[in-house]
Structures are given as structure tokens and as C-alpha cells.
């Protein structure tokens, strides 16, 4: 047949690219397919064996194979959750029943869930109160709380915010020390409790700071003394006691600023706060 050139041809490479283009969306779209089939299926077969098996015992140990990481994305918490809660469901009696539930708190706290972690340390304490692990339990309920109040971007506590979560992990470290004094976790507990004095001996700094701003002065000073007072290992006793000297001054109180210079060289006489002290 004779070329014209005024009729439009496409060229065999063109019609050929074409189907090239074709094969490789549908390949691309099987990998889709069979990576989404994968995801589906493999958590399905993985929790297969406990169906299998009878008994608390294949329960609790298809739970631990999940949180030490599961396949691809880590450990699968609500599943590892819903693991335990047969045990505890089915096999409240068992020997597994509490060591489900200090798992199940145990996965909240590795998820970053402190508060449900809290609530599970708490329950299991409530539920079995001469389990061995009590103290064990205790202790990370404070240390729930406390990490619960902590910036994830810095990771300290902040002064600013409301410290009722402080207060709650104090009062468990103290138990762990005034209840467990023999435990492990004892000399943890009172590391964890200085953490606490200062943070909240901060938060009463700064309440302070905000009372002497708005002129609420008689505030301030209960503020400041309950700083020197209620948490004297916190490191910052003198510097409340140097701000409360200078309320006083500021008032007009010779005799209030007069104690508080003398309480302040009694109990910090190293302290760069007494010579910074106006006479």
C-alpha cells in the first residue's frame, strides 16, 4: 500500500510502549494486592497455634512472642491485649490470671498509654493484693504517673501545668519506701521521689513568681515556704528562701526579712543566694 501522507500513522514502537506501559501498572497493582493480602493474613495465621492449643499457658506465651516485636510493624498491643484478656476471661483461677494483667499494664506503659497503664497497675493491685508482684506494680504506677506528665519533646516536667499526676506518683514511691523499704525497687522509688520534689518545689516557685506579680503577696509567701519546707532535698529551698526574703522587704517587714535571712544561712551556708541579699 502506497504511503499518504495525509492520513495520520502510529508507529509499531508507539503500539508497543503502550502495552509495556499496561504490564507494568498491572504488575504494580498485583505487588498492591499481594502486600495488603500479606498484611490481613500473616497476624491471622501468627494467632492460629492459640486456637490450637488449649489452656491459659498458650495463651500468655503467644502474648509474650508478640511483644517482644512483632513481624514488620512491631508489636501488635491491642492484640497482645485481647491475648490476655482470655486468660483472664476464661482462666480468672489460674496461676497466668495475674501475670496477664501485669502484662496487659506492662503493654500500655511500653505504648506509651500511661495513664491506662496506671489504671492496669492499680487494678491489678486492687485484684490481687498478696501477689509477689505488688511492688513491682506500685512502682510503675508512680512511674506511670510520672511519665504521663512529661514533654515528649524534651522529656522534662514541666513547671506550668497542672502537677496532680506528680502528687500521684509521689504518693506510690513513698509507699514503695515506707512499705517496701527490703524491695528492689525501693532505692529506685526514692530517686524517682527527688524527681518528684523538684518538680513540684518548681511548680510552687512559679505559682509563687505569679502571686507576686498580681501583688497577691500573702500567697506568695505561703508558696515559698511550703517550697523550703515540704521538699527540702529538692535542691531549691534557698531559692525560695532568698524570694521570700525579698517579699518580705518589699512589704515593709523587717522581721519577717530578718528570719528569713537568718533561716537561710542556718540551713544553706554555702548558698550563692546569701550574698546576693541586699542588707
Same mark, same amino acid.
Given at each position: !500500500? +502506497?504511503?499518504? #501522507? ?36 500473616? #497476624? ?10 488449649? *489452656? ?12 517482644? *516485636?512483632?513481624?514488620?510493624?512491631? #508489636? &501488635? ?30 503493654? $500500655? ?5 500511661? @495513664? ?10 486492687? !485484684?490481687?493484693?498478696? +501477689? ?9 504506677? *508512680? ?12 522529656? +522534662?516536667?514541666?513547671? &506550668?501545668? =497542672? ?14 519506701? =515506707? ?7 525501693? =532505692? ?5 521521689? @527527688? ?15 505569679? $502571686? ?15 517550697? $523550703?519546707?515540704?521538699? #527540702? +532535698?529538692?535542691? @531549691?529551698? &534557698? ?24 533561716? @537561710?544561712?542556718?540551713?544553706?551556708? =554555702?548558698?550563692? $543566694?546569701?550574698? !546576693?541579699?541586699?542588707?
Amino acid at each position: !500500500m +502506497d504511503f499518504n #501522507p495525509n492520513i495520520t500513522q502510529i508507529p509499531y514502537f508507539a503500539n508497543a510502549f503502550f502495552w509495556v506501559k499496561v504490564c507494568i501498572m498491572a504488575f504494580y497493582r498485583y505487588i498492591s494486592l499481594l502486600l495488603i493480602l500479606t498484611i490481613i493474613v500473616l #497476624p491471622s495465621c501468627a494467632s492460629s497455634p492459640v486456637k490450637e492449643q488449649a *489452656g491459659p499457658e498458650a495463651y500468655y506465651n503467644e502474648a509474650l512472642k508478640e511483644l517482644k *516485636g512483632g513481624w514488620l510493624f512491631g #508489636p &501488635d498491643y491491642e492484640q497482645v491485649r485481647q491475648t490476655l484478656n482470655q486468660i483472664i476471661d476464661n482462666y480468672p483461677y489460674s496461676t497466668y490470671a495475674p501475670r496477664a494483667q501485669i502484662l496487659i499494664a506492662d503493654s $500500655y506503659f511500653k505504648e506509651g498509654k500511661y @495513664l491506662e497503664a496506671a489504671e492496669s497497675y492499680d487494678h491489678f493491685v486492687k !485484684m490481687y493484693p498478696n +501477689d509477689k508482684d505488688i511492688p513491682y506494680a506500685i512502682f510503675m504506677e *508512680g512511674r506511670s504517673f510520672l511519665e504521663n506528665q512529661k514533654s515528649w519533646l524534651s522529656g +522534662d516536667i514541666p513547671y &506550668d501545668i =497542672d502537677p496532680t499526676g506528680i502528687y500521684n506518683a509521689y504518693d506510690e514511691f513513698r509507699y514503695i519506701i =515506707d512499705n517496701y523499704s527490703s524491695s528492689k525497687y525501693a =532505692d529506685q522509688a526514692k530517686k524517682y521521689v @527527688l524527681q518528684c520534689e523538684k518538680a513540684l518545689a518548681n511548680h510552687d516557685l512559679y505559682i509563687a513568681d505569679f $502571686y507576686i506579680s498580681h501583688d497577691h503577696y500573702e500567697a506568695a509567701i505561703n508558696r515559698l515556704k511550703a517550697v $523550703y519546707e515540704n521538699y #527540702p +532535698d529538692s535542691g @531549691l529551698g &534557698d531559692k525560695a528562701l532568698y524570694k521570700l526574703a525579698q517579699v518580705y522587704k518589699h512589704i515593709n517587714d523587717p522581721e519577717g526579712y530578718k528570719q528569713t535571712i537568718s533561716l @537561710l544561712k542556718q540551713l544553706y551556708p =554555702d548558698s550563692k $543566694y546569701i550574698n !546576693m541579699l541586699k542588707p
